[in-house]
């Protein structure tokens, strides 16, 4: 579709302005999309475990090192990945991307169910056969989600993002909760193979989803445009706000892997000696994470606000806070199948989600129009460098030290990031301010 920056908004959905050329139900279609495929992304860490433990066979002493790597394995396909993904966003189109990428992600997901049998017909250990299919899925992965956010900003005016962002959020909540709560009972309910192919009917059913109501709303300038790498380490260089976005994407995105494959790792791990096989321990981290779903969604009405209101970095600082506490609050516990877990779970959550909406907004309001696309597509690449290195350190400090250390590693380094931000606060809020007079006197001129 193409469109003028200059564009008009024509109605209102839940507070944010539609533009001209755009309906409501075009932003109905995006966030089911969103919630669908937030249910496919929180699926590997709910399965992980269990299908490790008892169809692979690892050992529980190399549980967090060998989760954590095959984890990282999305995020090593999203490292080498995700640059050319937001490229080619740009270049052909975010539905276009889209479909192809969930269409592949349901048939890897079945693939990757099916690793034992692969690796024994091709005379590969089940053990090392787990790898490239979990790349393979991280790939379809990669070119699935990250053409969410660029449609979100690509819908949107900046006057009303935050709130987008916000829907975005929530969404993606909604579906983290359904994945937590249904789809993380179904290896008790239905079998740990049975999953797999449930789960494919999940990205199936968000390939037609896409296809009914989600359309490309990208300036033609945009698409006769080459990726401009170049100019996005030009603006980075610059804009303390793109610096404190990419940051808070490095540190903050790695609170969600940590928080549930560890704790699923944890509950898994220590289950027998409570009395509680793998498969049932698994659906008790299916509800306990419902909580931090829950608190993400909260999070995704509050801050969504707030971003608009007090500011990214007020938001982005309020956020890593809380998320700071919980991961200390964490370190107190030796008990996963204690309900008063779901405390500190749900601080982790709500921050988490803050973080992301900030971080977010932050980079879209700093990308120029026709980079839109490549600079999220820098959002995406830091955000698996910081998951990659991070992850794997908190998987090694468990199985070396304790899951508890784990967590208060995490703890610090948001502590840190959060000192940062306190800092530079200033410098980012200046730049947005001085965006503003500059973005109203083009439209007037316009």
Known sequence: MKYSETTQATAKFVGIEIPEGLAKRNFYFLYSASFLISMLMVFPAVIQPVFLKEIIGIPDKNAGAINSLLQNMSQIATLFLAGVVGFLSDRFGRRYMLLRGVIFTGLFFILFGYSKEIGIALGIPPQYAIYPLRFLLGVGLIFTWPHLTPLVADYTFK???????????????????????????????????????????????????????????????????????????????????????????????????ILRLLTMVWLVTVAESHGVTPVKATGFGGLIMMVFALMSMLSNLITGPLVDKIGRMATLMISMLSSTIGFTILFTFHNPFSWLICLPIGLIGFGMSGVVIGANTLAADAAPRHLVGTVIGGVNTVQSVGIIILLQSAGMIRDILSVQTAFIFKAVINAFTLLWFIVIKKKCDDELGLKKPVESSLSAKA
């Open 159 to 257: 006057s009303s993002r935050g709130k987008a962002m916000a829907a975005y959020g929530l969404s993606m909540g909604i579906g983290a909760i359904l994945a937590f709560g249904i789809l993380g009972q179904l290896p008790q309910l239905l079998g740990i193979y049975e999953s797999f192919y449930a789960v494919a009917i999940v990205a199936f059913t968000a390939a037609l989803v896409a296809k009914r109501g989600i359309v490309d709303r990208i300036p033609e300038e945009k698409k006769k445009e080459k990726g401009k790498f170049r100019e996005l380490f030009s603006l980075l260089s610059k804009s303390p706000s793109l610096k404190a976005s990419y940051v808070a994407t490095f540190v903050g995105r790695a609170d969600t892997p």
